[in-house]
């Protein structure tokens, strides 16, 4: 159904005047149907894990698919030509925004749908709102850096995809404006499962999810939660869900592969001392790979974290020199069986991280 037939449709069920009939109608006007007798918006997404949002936030009103496979690097996707054709007829498209997905504008060319062109109503930029971290002060492009514009892998820091899932429900809003109590709602559940997984039920129930949100994006919850008492208890023995579990995590350095990880490091407290890339988008030279293992073995730092789309020997004879355990995991939802959402993923980084440093903090 093409876009006109939708916004045709969904006139008429809503009992709108599609022509330029007089604005107060003599006919008594019927309540409008279910919004279930509507096709479901078509959600095209560069990332599974925003076609995965935006299919929790509109249920059935919402089909969504993606373009780059989960196990690939988003850096560096060839779309097939039948992503082209989805394009085509998508009502909204999601993207990063900043130069992660460089494919997209060859992309955006070939699907000829100008709904979902840049500026055009069904065109959704997961960064919008997003603080970003890793501004480079001069953009160079010429040494191979691909983050110019700043860190554009959002999705590592569960608040920044709070963000990113409230963009992609204004865009359903902006194209399906008559369900825009049912992504309303959608995304009032995200928001809570979010706020529930990262800060546990107990200080969710008593201080409210938004309260702890904000706490924490401006960087006084620690603070907070460490000099309160309830009943005799610090708070901060309250905290529960991922930075609950990833207390330990809190101030240990380890080295990742790529900057995949700024936004992650900010919400739980670890800190990505080096990395194998030595810019990112750059392969290690041995020199710097060197480096890495004098670092590691100097610093007695233990872990090694990585993509699982990098090469993984590469990875794990880095860790192995260096006496490190490698730490290899997906990037994305569906890389895996039983990876199948944005909970499943988060769950994964910080179970595989507690575990590995768990031998160096005891
Ligand atoms: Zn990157």
Request: proline share 8%.
């Amino acid at each position: 159904m093409t876009q006109l037939t939708h916004l045709v449709l969904a006139a008429v069920v809503a009992g709108t005047p599609i022509t330029n009939a007089p604005a107060h109608s003599p006919e008594p006007v019927p309540p409008p149907p279910s919004v279930r007798t509507m096709a479901p918006v078509k959600v095209v997404a560069t990332l599974p894990i925003y076609a995965s949002i935006a299919q929790e936030i509109g249920g059935a009103e919402v089909e969504a698919t993606w373009v780059a496979d989960p196990n690939e690097d988003s850096h560096f996707v060839r779309p097939k030509p039948s992503y082209a054709l989805q394009l085509r007829n998508a009502d909204l498209f999601i993207t990063t925004g900043l130069d992660l997905e460089m494919w997209v504008p060859a992309l955006l060319d070939k699907a000829g749908n100008r709904d979902v062109l840049e500026g055009g109503r069904g065109y959704v930029t997961a960064y919008t709102g997003v603080t970003l971290l890793d501004i480079p002060v001069a953009a160079d492009r010429s040494a191979g850096d691909v983050h110019i514009f700043g860190n554009p892998h959002l999705h590592t820091d569960p608040l920044r995809t709070l963000q990113v899932a409230r963009n992609i429900a204004t865009g359903l809003k902006r194209v399906a404006p008559d369900r825009s109590a049912r992504f309303d709602a959608g995304l009032a559940g995200f928001q809570d499962r979010v706020h529930r997984r990262l800060f546990g039920n107990a200080l969710v129930d008593l201080l409210g999810g938004p309260t702890l949100e904000q706490m924490a994006l401006n960087g006084t919850l620690f603070n907070f939660l460490d000099t309160q008492v309830m009943e005799g208890r610090p708070l901060a023995e309250s905290l529960g869900g991922w930075l609950g579990e990833a207390r330990p995590l809190r101030g240990l350095r380890i080295i990742c592969y790529h900057k995949n990880w700024t936004y992650f490091e900010d919400r739980f407290g670890v800190e990505c001392a080096d990395y194998v890339e030595a810019k990112p988008g750059i392969p290690p030279t041995p020199r710097h790979v060197a480096h890495l293992i004098d670092l590691m073995r100097g610093e007695g730092i233990d872990v090694l974290l990585a993509a699982s789309y990098f090469d993984s020997g590469r990875v794990t004879t880095v860790a192995e020199r260096g006496e490190a355990t490698p730490v290899i995991v997906p990037m994305y939802n569906g890389a895996r069986p039983g990876l199948d959402d944005y909970f499943d993923l988060v769950d994964l980084w910080v179970g595989s991280l507690v575990a590995a440093s768990s031998h160096s903090l005891h």
